[in-house]
Nanobody, 119 residues
Framework: QEQLVESGGGLAQTGGSLTLSCAAS????????MSWYLQAPGKERELVAE????????FYADSVKDRFTISRDKAKKTVYLQMNSLKSEDSAVYYC????????????WGKGTRVTVSS
């Protein structure tokens, strides 16, 4: 069974750091993009960061550039999101997404992990 399990969310103070992890299991794809999205209350889910199959290409939303870093351990089938200099507006549920290359219709989402940033 294909599954993405996020972890690492929780409470952090403004200016602090958190590292999210997303472990993939049950997948047979060799090539796939992994991404992190966030969804704040009452708002649409939005892309935060994305990383290519071999980690050679990354994308960051403007709001997190220079603060967040996405990385992946292909052998462990795990993607990470290192979040530094956290702001209150980073508070949201963070979701992991896996998309097999050239097969958007087969995208899989995790159930999310909540991040709360308070002062």
């Amino acid at each position: 069974q294909e599954q993405l399990v996020e972890s690492g969310g929780g409470l952090a103070q403004t200016g602090g750091s958190l590292t999210l992890s997303c472990a993939a299991s049950g997948f047979i794809y060799v090539s796939y993009t992994m991404s992190w999205y966030l969804q704040a209350p009452g708002k649409e889910r939005e892309l935060v960061a994305e990383i290519s199959t071999f980690g050679d290409r990354t994308f960051y939303a403007d709001s997190v550039k220079d603060r967040f870093t996405i990385s992946r351990d292909k052998a462990k089938k795990t993607v990470y999101l290192q979040m530094n200099s956290l702001k209150s507006e980073d508070s949201a549920v963070y979701y992991c997404k896996l998309v097999p290359t050239a097969h958007d219709e087969l995208a899989v989402w995790g159930k999310g992990t909540r991040v709360t940033v308070s002062s």
